[in-house]
């Protein structure tokens, strides 16, 4: 089993920046790719950003890109994620997914693929 565990969430204004942080605990060993999804009121659960972790690619969704970067810290044990110039739309509760099955970059955004979450931590953004 693996656990994950979120901070960072908050309010802030539009144009304004936040740090969410993961730190992973239990066997990870198996664990290849890391990654931060979000889901807002009404809305499906959507990638925000993924990286393996032997950081040889990270995937970024288009609504984020160039706003937001995913990085991980030393032997799987914690992952970040940078957001700056966040926007109202960037609402939502944010969460943390560890996944020992997506292999291949098209397999990054797909919540499927993650088979340890954690309990999600929020991010308000007003305008």
């Known amino acids: 089993q693996v656990q994950l565990v979120e901070s960072g969430g908050g309010s802030v204004q539009t144009g304004g920046s936040l740090r969410l942080s993961c730190v992973l605990s239990?066997?990870?060993?198996?664990?290849?790719?890391l990654a931060w999804f979000r889901q807002a009121p009404g809305k499906e659960r959507e990638a925000v950003a993924a990286?393996?972790?032997?950081?040889?690619?990270?995937y970024y969704g288009d609504s984020v890109k160039d706003r937001f970067t995913i990085s991980q810290g030393a032997a799987k044990t914690s992952v970040s994620l940078e957001m700056g110039n966040l926007k109202p739309e960037d609402t939502a509760m944010y969460y943390c997914a560890a996944s020992s099955s997506a292999t291949a970059d098209w397999l990054m955004p797909l919540a499927d693929e993650y088979a340890y979450w954690g309990q999600g931590t929020q991010v308000t953004v007003s305008s």
């Open positions: 990286i393996f972790t032997s950081g040889s690619y990270a």
């Open positions: 239990g066997e990870t060993r198996y664990i290849n790719c």
